[in-house]
């Protein structure tokens, strides 16, 4: 993955050591170990609603091993998958939103 100029790999432990050297350069952003981030960039393309299939695209792997390996369920799958729910049996209808501007005039004064 990370070969040298000749060809030969390098030691996985040079690539982690300077992973982490650059991670702490960035304060503020979450740390995730150099391994993790295969399995955090799978998982949140799931929770965001991505196919089963893309993922395994993009990872290159196929749809059984990323259903096995990342198809856990988060907190934010559950939470989504149950506002979605309540939406469709919600027998109100709802309004499009609308940003506030109408095109060339002001917006209305709220009474």
Do not use: N
């Given at each position: 993955?990370?070969?040298?100029?000749?060809?030969?790999?390098?030691?996985?432990?040079?690539?982690?050591?300077?992973?982490?050297?650059?991670?702490?350069?960035?304060?503020?952003?979450?740390?995730?170990?150099?391994?993790?981030?295969?399995?955090?960039?799978a998982?949140?393309?799931?929770?965001?609603?991505?196919?089963?299939k893309?993922?395994?695209?993009?990872?290159?792997?196929?749809?059984?091993?990323?259903l096995?390996?990342?198809?856990?369920?988060?907190?934010?799958?559950r939470?989504?998958?149950?506002?979605?729910?309540?939406?469709?049996?919600?027998?109100?209808?709802?309004?499009?939103?609308?940003?506030?501007?109408?095109?060339?005039?002001?917006?209305?004064?709220?009474?």
């Open positions: 993955m990370f070969p040298l100029p000749d060809g030969m790999p390098l030691d996985p432990d040079v690539i982690t050591g300077r992973f982490e050297r650059r991670t702490e350069e960035c304060p503020g952003v979450q740390r995730i170990r150099f391994h993790d981030q295969r399995h955090t960039h998982t949140l393309l799931l929770e965001t609603g991505e196919s089963l893309y993922v395994a695209e993009r990872l290159g792997d196929r749809e059984d091993t990323v096995e390996t990342y198809g856990h369920v988060t907190a934010r799958m939470t989504g998958a149950v506002s979605r729910l309540a939406a469709l049996l919600d027998p109100r209808p709802t309004a499009p939103k609308s940003s506030g501007r109408t095109a060339g005039r002001a917006s209305p004064t709220p009474p």
